[in-house]
């Protein structure tokens, strides 16, 4: 399978709000236009590839300038003639941390993040899931971040901090330890930790500013 198209964009960014749409798990659902928007603001620059090449029809998202300019920086590195699938999504992928965002921007580093995950051979024995993971978020200020909603990256885990900065999530004995992302997003702020579930207390979460996010239908192209 080769990749049509060299050039992403979203040419009419919509003017919803993301935090008024209904929650769904990785998409919020847009009432104006009756659509679901794909949160791709998690998501690797092969993800996202993979998600619009693959998909059926017209695709509405959500994502950072700065992984708008990543994706369209990382169609330029192989010719579009030549494009072998699976061997692209491997650039893309390899390809993330030598990109330059602009730097009016902070860097949120999620899209880079996610790919990494706690990995299981077939015959190690998984870590016993603690019933609770607790920790504390740290604000810009380098303060306690109070009234914070935090969450497990694609699960229905979430909870605020309190006035300490202080988060506490009580885990399912049947929790996938897969699911180690914690995240914290919103348009003021951002945060992402990997979380070891061989222990109960996690590291400290530092907030960032919030980068410009953008919404709307994607749309794929081929520059002449």
Not at 208 to 216: V, Y
Request: net charge positive.
């Amino acid at each position: 399978m080769k990749v049509p198209f060299n050039e992403i964009t979203i040419a009419e960014p919509c003017t919803q709000n993301w935090e008024e749409m209904q929650k769904g798990s990785g998409f919020n659902f847009c009432a104006a236009c009756s659509k679901n928007v794909i949160d791709f603001s998690g998501y690797t620059n092969a993800q996202i590839i993979q998600t619009l090449a693959s998909a059926s029809s017209s695709v509405c998202g959500r994502l950072s300038r700065a992984q708008l300019n990543q994706l369209n920086y990382h169609l330029t590195l192989v010719p579009a003639t030549n494009r072998n699938w699976m061997k692209y999504l491997g650039v893309l992928a390899i390809g993330v941390s030598i990109f330059v965002q602009d730097a009016k921007a902070e860097s949120f580093k999620t899209p880079v993040e996610t790919s990494k995950t706690i990995q299981y051979k077939s015959d190690d024995k998984k870590p016993a899931i603690p019933k609770k993971i607790y920790g504390y978020v740290i604000g810009i200020d380098n303060k306690p971040a109070a009234g914070v909603k935090i969450s497990i990256f694609d699960t229905q885990y979430s909870v605020l901090t309190d006035k300490n900065g202080r988060y506490e999530i009580i885990l399912d004995h049947k929790f996938d330890t897969t699911k180690n992302q914690l995240m914290i997003e919103n348009a003021k702020y951002s945060g992402f930790l990997l979380l070891n579930f061989s222990k109960a207390k996690q590291n400290d979460l530092k907030l960032k500013k919030a980068e410009s996010m953008i919404m709307g239908k994607i749309i794929m192209t081929t520059k002449k």
